[in-house]
């Protein structure tokens, strides 16, 4: 937090290699305007929703209630109490005569291809899509896609299908979360992913990859504020070595011009947002999962919300037309669009198989490895230069996530509780 303070002071700096400059056309295009107007979209769900629990509990209608619509307010406002009967184990791992070393190994394999390939691509074509322009020729400059939350909704849209459908194949814990508790995940999941996009027309990528990583810190922030939890001595070190390794790294200068202290504040802040809200998520989740639901369960609800919320927002606004005509206006964002949603979706259900296969610190390092080469591809394919000063930042900070790992890891060697790894319900 306090190199966004050093950065804000400081015009000259910034992250390494060319920002995309992006000056709005008209103060209705500024974020901070954006934001407010979806704000204000998911504001005309929430608060009647709000008001509707709150009548509904306080005529105690699960008792006196009767009629069409019982079982669905029943659904969405009380909840199911699961019976023993019911329950089914949430991860199963079945032990068979398939388990041998290389067996896990070729396990292994598959899930860290699936992991690699399917999030790479998400980054690579995440930028594209928000940093270049469609339709470019000679004589015309193309034009760039600018709503993030049609983004947002197209990657909401494929996988609500993938975890419905996945649902309905496989059998599931009988659902006992009353429905509405699942949009407050899905509303601070929804500005998180619209953060995250709209911070890529002001900073480059690689800096929003450092800044991801380092989102530990605020993660137990708000542990200790939404679940009150307590941290190990070596979470704090290892939390202000991510910090140290970040800071290295914004304030690396390079050769290249980049775009001007307003611009770079603007990403910064919207990287913030960004950490803040998927902060809350993971934490809300983390509570939600007492009610003994599966993962995929949990990205069913919470996508299904995310949908509505953005669904709404978009059509009060005019957007999902218009975002409808510009795919159809270039095929190649549509194809990109798509291609983003499938490996949002995709990449969703190897984080659910590799956690249950291998656990949380294998997925861990995996991830991480996947942010190093995520930096280093966008840095080949666009242009991004690092310095000296910013790779040894970002050697830092990967030797810091490292380092949890392997302390996590020790302390369940000796019996001990470790705190539990952030929520990966939602990681994209």
């Given at each position: 937090w306090w190199a966004v303070v050093v950065l804000a002071?400081?015009?000259?700096?910034?992250?390494?290699?060319?920002?995309?400059?992006?000056?709005?056309?008209?103060?209705?295009?500024?974020?901070?305007?954006?934001f407010l107007v979806n704000a204000a979209g998911y504001a005309t769900f929430m608060v009647p929703g709000y008001f509707l629990v709150h009548?509904?509990?306080?005529?105690n209608y699960l008792e006196t209630g009767r009629g069409l619509c019982y079982p669905l307010v029943k659904a969405c406002v009380f909840g199911?109490?699961?019976?023993?009967?019911?329950?089914?184990?949430?991860?199963?791992?079945?032990?068979?005569?398939?388990?041998?070393?290389?067996?896990?190994?070729?396990?292994?394999?598959?899930?860290?291809?699936?992991?690699?390939?399917?999030?790479?691509?998400?980054?690579?074509?995440?930028?594209?899509?928000?940093?270049?322009?469609?339709?470019?020729?000679?004589?015309?400059?193309?034009?760039?896609?600018?709503?993030?939350?049609?983004?947002?909704?197209?990657?909401?849209?494929?996988?609500l299908i993938v975890a419905g459908l996945y649902c309905l194949l496989c059998k599931q814990p009988r659902h006992?979360?009353?429905?509405?508790?699942?949009?407050?995940?899905?509303?601070?999941n929804v500005l998180s992913s619209w953060c995250q996009y709209e911070a890529l027309k002001f900073i480059s990528f690689p800096t929003q990859v450092l800044a991801k990583a380092s989102k530990v810190i605020p993660v137990m922030l708000m542990g200790k504020l939404v679940s009150r939890r307590s941290y190990e001595h070596w979470e704090y070190l290892t939390a202000g070595l991510i910090s140290?390794?970040?800071?290295?790294f914004l304030l690396s200068s390079g050769p290249e011009p980049r775009s001007s202290p307003a611009t770079t504040l603007s990403g910064l802040i919207l990287?913030?947002?960004?950490?803040?809200?998927?902060?809350?998520?993971?934490?809300?989740q983390d509570a939600l999962f007492a009610y003994k639901m599966s993962s995929v369960q949990m990205m069913f609800?919470?996508?299904?919300?995310?949908?509505?919320?953005?669904?709404?927002?978009?059509?009060?606004?005019?957007?999902?037309?218009?975002?409808?005509?510009?795919?159809?206006?270039?095929s190649e964002f549509a194809a990109h669009a798509l291609l983003l949603s499938v490996c949002s979706a995709c990449g969703q259900l190897f984080i659910f198989y590799t956690i249950g296969q291998f656990g949380a610190a294998v997925f861990t390092i995996i991830m991480t490895l996947r942010q190093a080469i995520a930096i280093?591809?966008?840095?080949?394919?666009?242009?991004?230069?690092v310095t000296v000063v910013g790779g040894l930042g970002v050697a830092v900070v990967f030797a810091a996530l490292l380092l949890r790992v392997y302390a996590r890891g020790r302390l369940k060697q000796r019996g001990k509780k470790a705190v539990p790894i952030e929520s990966p319900v939602q990681k994209v």
């Open positions: 002071a400081l015009p000259s700096l910034g992250a390494g290699g060319e920002t995309p400059e992006a000056p709005p056309e008209s103060w209705t295009q500024l974020w901070f305007f954006r009548y509904f509990r306080r005529k199911n109490e699961p019976k023993a009967s019911d329950e089914v184990p949430l991860a199963p791992r079945t032990e068979t005569v398939e388990t041998t070393p290389t067996w896990q190994a070729l396990k292994l394999l598959f899930c860290t291809l699936g992991l690699q390939v399917f999030y790479l691509t998400w980054g690579v074509l995440q930028e594209r899509v928000m940093t270049r322009s469609y339709g470019a020729t000679a004589t015309s400059p193309g034009e760039r896609f600018t709503d993030s939350q049609f983004l947002v909704l197209m990657n909401r849209v494929l996988a006992g979360a009353p429905m509405y508790r699942y949009s407050f995940a899905s509303l601070s140290i390794g970040v800071s290295m990287l913030a947002g960004y950490i803040a809200f998927d902060s809350f998520t993971s934490n809300w609800g919470v996508n299904f919300f995310s949908c509505l919320f953005t669904v709404i927002s978009l059509l009060q606004q005019g957007a999902l037309l218009e975002g409808t005509r510009f795919m159809g206006r270039h280093l591809l966008s840095c080949l394919l666009y242009g991004h230069t």
